[in-house]
């Protein structure tokens, strides 16, 4: 598989990350190159990781991945989403104080957005590809856009912050919404 390949999958992979990185910076009142830089790192070392494990795993265990991968992703991107929209309809004062940078929630998100990155892993040891170069690509191009993707919801988000906290929740849905159909077959999406 020539380098091009992998950079286009790499983008392909990094989507969902990058599209939460967003909605995180929407939630991020002072943002700074430290809490972009969390954000980005945890992304990127996620997508990095899972088609290691992917490819460690082989094809044994793909068929029980593959059955269940969709609906946790679809489950958290859901709930996350849906808090984050219900959060935003709440009066100022009674809204409890919801963190994008805690580190619980940044693991729950980096897992969920990475899982394809796991399934593209099995494939790759079928492939006989260098995992080594293939992973770091990926993790590279998700950590760098992922990045810019936090500025950018940062930027947006400051403008009109309770629609943009429904916007980021309904990015998180559709998101979750997304990976499910795909999954389930449904070529439309």
């Not at 995180?24 to 290691?52: C, D, E, V, W, Y």
């Not at 795993?57 to 989403?81: E, Q, T």
């Not at 897992?111 to 990155?117: F, G, M, P, R």
Request: glycine content about 10%.
């Amino acid at each position: 598989m020539s380098l091009f390949a992998i950079v286009l999958i790499a983008l392909g992979l990094s989507a969902d990350a990058v599209a939460v990185a967003i909605a995180s910076g929407f939630r991020i009142r002072h943002l700074t190159a430290n809490k972009a830089l969390k954000i980005a790192l945890l992304f990127g070392l996620f997508q990095g990781i899972m088609p290691l494990l992917g490819w460690v795993c082989g094809l044994s265990f793909r068929n029980a991945i593959a059955r269940y991968d969709h609906w946790f992703a679809f489950l958290l991107l859901g709930f996350l989403g849906g808090k984050t929209i219900y959060e935003a309809w709440q009066e100022e004062d009674a809204k409890p104080a919801v963190n994008p940078l805690q580190m619980q929630t940044l693991l729950l998100l980096a897992i969920a957005t990475s899982i394809d990155a796991l399934a593209t892993g099995l494939g790759f040891s079928v492939l006989h590809i260098s995992i080594a170069t293939a992973a770091s690509i990926i993790g590279i191009v998700t950590f760098v856009l992922s990045f810019v993707g936090v500025f950018i919801g940062h930027q947006f988000g400051n403008a009109c912050q309770n629609q943009i906290e429904i916007l980021g929740g309904a990015m998180l849905i559709a998101i979750g919404t997304k990976i499910l159909v795909e999954h389930l077959g449904f070529g439309f999406v």
